[in-house]
C-alpha cells in the first residue's frame, strides 16, 4: 500500500514570498491532519479535514496560511506571505476515520526554510 | 489544557544497556497515549500505543505502561541496538470530540554506540 504522498520535499523562500505543500494521502482514508513541526519541537497540529470539511483549525494561524481539500482526497497547504518563523518542517498525515482508534500514517514532510 | 512532558535528551547509551525514556501528560478527560519513533531521514512511525488506564503497548522489544495515578507512559527496551538510534516523541490524543488529533511533546534523540 502507497504511503501518505508529500511535495516538494525542500523549499527555500524569502520572507514576504508565498508557497503551497501539497499533500496525497492514503487511498480511502477520509482523515487529513497538517502538522507544522519547528526545530527542536514535537508537530503541532495546523488543520485536521474530515473528507472535504474542516473539523479543527484552531491553531492554524488564519491570517497567512490556508489550506484546502480537492474532492476529500489531495490537500494543499498555503502560506501567505511567508515569515522568518514558519521554517520548519510541514508533515501531512492520514487516518482511515477520526476516531481515537485510528492510526494516523505521516508523510515524509516538507522542509521550508524562510531567509 | 492537554500537553506532553518527555524527558530532554539526547540520551546515549552502549549497546545493550537498558533504555528509559520518561513521558508525563497533563489531560482532560481519557485520552490514549502513543510513542512515535522518526528515524534519520524517514517520516514519523507509530511505534506503540495504549487506549486505556493500565494497558501495556509494546512493539520492536520496547513498551510502556499507561499509568492514570502518575500521569505517565514512559518508554523502555531491555537491550538497545545501534539501529535504535533516532528521535523518540510522546504524544496524546484527547478522549473527547470523537477525533483523534495528537498532541506531542518536544522529542527525545536516542544515539546508542557499538
Known amino acids: 500500500e502507497a504511503g501518505v504522498a508529500q511535495s516538494p520535499r525542500y523549499k527555500i523562500i524569502e520572507k514576504r514570498q508565498s508557497v503551497a505543500f501539497w499533500c496525497n494521502p492514503i487511498?480511502?482514508?477520509?482523515?487529513l491532519y497538517w502538522y507544522q513541526q519547528i526545530l527542536g519541537q514535537g508537530p503541532k497540529l495546523l488543520i485536521q479535514?474530515?473528507?472535504?470539511?474542516?473539523?479543527?483549525d484552531s491553531q492554524l494561524p488564519k491570517d497567512r496560511f490556508s489550506a484546502e481539500r480537492l474532492k476529500g482526497v489531495d490537500s494543499t497547504l498555503k502560506i501567505q506571505p511567508a515569515k522568518l518563523e514558519d521554517s520548519a518542517v510541514y508533515l501531512c498525515a492520514s487516518s482511515l476515520a477520526g476516531g481515537p482508534g485510528y492510526e494516523q500514517y505521516f508523510g515524509p514532510g516538507t522542509r521550508l526554510t524562510v531567509t | 489544557g492537554n500537553s506532553v512532558t518527555q524527558m530532554e535528551g539526547p540520551v546515549t547509551l552502549s549497546e545493550e544497556a537498558f533504555l528509559t525514556i520518561n513521558c508525563t501528560y497533563t489531560a482532560t478527560g481519557y485520552p490514549s497515549l502513543f510513542w512515535y519513533v522518526q528515524y534519520p531521514g524517514e517520516g514519523l512511525q507509530l511505534l506503540l500505543k495504549a487506549t486505556k488506564a493500565d494497558d501495556k503497548g509494546s512493539n520492536k522489544g520496547f513498551e510502556a505502561t499507561y499509568r492514570k495515578e502518575t500521569t505517565s507512559f514512559h518508554l523502555e527496551k531491555g537491550s538497545v541496538q545501534v539501529s535504535d538510534s533516532a528521535v523518540y516523541f510522546c504524544?496524546?490524543?484527547?478522549?473527547?470530540?470523537?477525533?483523534?488529533?495528537?498532541?506531542f511533546g518536544a522529542g527525545t534523540r536516542l544515539a546508542v554506540h557499538p
Open positions: 504524544a496524546l490524543s484527547p478522549g473527547s470530540g470523537g477525533y483523534n488529533k495528537l498532541i
Open positions: 487511498s480511502g482514508h477520509a482523515t
Open positions: 479535514f474530515q473528507n472535504n470539511g474542516v473539523v479543527d
